[in-house]
Each structure stands twice: as structure tokens, then as C-alpha cells.
């Protein structure tokens, strides 16, 4: 199978697709030592344009790891990943791993630029201001120049309600402003697709709407999701579809809003349960 393939910026299907799926996912940690985990275990979605897909599972069901699967951060060790009416798979199981084959490729980085990702700490450059920040990716990847990556680094702040912190340094900000300056940073890329792996999760209570909010208008604008969360309420009203994970697999799934407030299978009803 070719791999070497291309991931348009604006590539649109002719046909009515979903914009990512993957089939037959497994991901091991620590394979082929004595200790090996078989962490996701023949994982299976689909995801479709302006669809809000929620994650949900106790800690260590394999969720984040399916999240960072749909990007190559954690690339599997088989199965097949299509984004965009591309293909991507796994042709050469004990090369599979080897950063050197993706930077080969040279497409890791492309499909990553239009898959978006916000993780649970901020990751920002500490001596970097705000605005820097957000025009890194503009600047390294996309080589835009200054001024437009200036521009619309700007109009991502605004975007998060952040504009007036353009020159403030990520310590001079409150966590939930961090988060949403991560935020802006991924926007920025223009991507097809952002995954949020639990990104309220280091946030104290009163932090963590300001960061909900920007996510809810996201969803409201049109933008392709995929969230990892246990804020129940965030899934309930924002959601389109959910996922229960558990062990590796997928234990239910289907409406957001039902599978929250009716789930149909005990071990999603146990987990909800104990949250709630």
C-alpha cells in the first residue's frame, strides 16, 4: 500500500465521506517486552464533518491514547487510519514506530497541522509572549510571513477572548487563559479536526468555564471535535455522539445525550454512576 500520500489544506470529498476514521486500531506500550500492555484493542470509529464526538472511560481505558492515534503523536501499531479521503496504514509492522519513516513521508507534520490538538497541560513557551506563542506554528511550519502570521495569530486571541494579553508572558496568566491560548495556537494552523484530551483537567472549578465556553462556540462555528472529558455537562449539551471506553475497547456508544443521561450497558452505567 502507498503511504506516501497528501493532506490538502482545504481538501473537501466529492462524495459525502466522514472526514477521519479508523479501522482495526491496537496500540501496545512496552511491546515485545516482559511487560507488555495491550492498550487499545482492535478500536474502531468514524468521525464525520462539524461532528462533536465525546470520549469518555476511566483513567487508563485507552482514551487520550486513541486520541493521540488520530494525530500519529502515539502512532498504532496496526490497523488503518483514513483522513480526508487519504489513507494511512501500517505496511511494515517493526518499522512502524521509527520517526525516521515519518520523516521520510515528510506528511506526519502536514496531516498534524490540520489536526489540531490541546492537551491537559498548556504547553507553552514560558519566554515566549502570548502572541509569539501563537504565531510559532505559523511561522515554523506553515513559513508565513511575520505580518500575517501576526494577523492572524491575532484574530485567534480575539477568537478566545484574549487579544488584550498579546504581550503578557504565559506566567503573567491564569490557567484557564493558558488553556485558551493553547487554543488560539491550534486555531491558528486552520485545522479540519481538533482533539482536546481532557483540557479542563488542570484547571481549578472556577477556571474552567472560560475554557468550556471557547470550546461550546467552537462547536457552534462548525468545528470538527473529538473530546476527552468528564465534564458530563459539557458532553450532555455539546456532543453529538459519545464513546464509553473501557480496558481498550469501545463498551457503547451513540447519542451524547442519551448515552449520558441513559446509558444502556452496566459498565457505563457503573462509571457514570460514580461521577455524577
Do not use: Y
Amino acid at each position: 500500500m502507498n503511504m506516501s500520500v497528501d493532506f490538502p489544506v482545504d481538501a473537501k470529498p466529492a462524495v459525502v465521506e466522514p472526514i477521519l476514521s479508523l479501522r482495526d486500531i491496537n496500540k501496545w506500550f512496552n511491546r515485545g517486552q516482559s511487560k507488555e500492555v495491550h492498550i487499545l484493542k482492535g478500536v474502531s470509529i468514524t468521525l464525520a464533518r462539524a461532528e462533536v464526538l465525546v470520549l469518555l472511560g476511566p483513567s487508563g481505558s485507552g482514551k487520550s491514547t486513541l486520541l493521540r492515534c488520530m494525530n500519529l503523536i502515539a502512532p498504532p501499531d496496526s490497523g488503518t487510519l483514513h483522513f480526508a479521503g487519504r489513507e494511512w496504514a501500517n505496511d511494515h509492522p517493526s518499522r512502524f514506530n521509527l520517526p525516521a519513516q515519518f520523516a521520510r513521508e515528510r506528511k506526519v507534520t502536514e496531516l498534524r497541522s490540520q489536526i489540531g490538538m490541546v492537551f491537559q497541560q498548556f504547553n507553552l513557551f514560558p519566554h515566549k509572549t502570548v502572541l509569539q506563542n501563537v504565531m510559532t506554528g505559523l511561522l515554523k511550519v506553515k513559513h508565513l510571513g511575520k505580518a500575517q502570521a501576526r494577523e492572524l495569530a491575532m484574530h485567534e486571541l480575539e477568537r478566545v477572548g484574549l487579544q488584550q494579553k498579546a504581550d503578557s508572558r504565559p506566567s503573567e496568566l491564569s490557567g484557564g487563559q493558558k488553556q485558551r491560548v493553547a487554543i488560539a495556537r491550534a486555531l491558528a494552523m486552520k485545522p479540519q479536526i481538533m482533539l482536546f484530551d481532557e483540557p479542563t483537567s488542570a484547571l481549578d472549578p472556577e477556571l474552567r468555564e472560560g475554557v468550556l465556553e471557547a470550546m461550546k462556540q467552537l462547536a457552534t462555528d462548525g468545528m470538527t471535535m473529538v473530546v476527552v472529558t468528564h465534564e458530563m455537562a459539557f458532553a450532555r449539551e455539546v456532543g453529538d455522539r459519545a464513546i464509553f471506553m473501557d480496558q481498550g475497547v469501545i463498551v457503547e456508544e451513540g447519542d451524547a445525550r442519551k448515552l449520558v443521561t441513559q446509558p444502556e450497558n452496566p459498565r457505563t452505567k457503573a462509571f457514570l454512576g460514580s461521577i455524577l
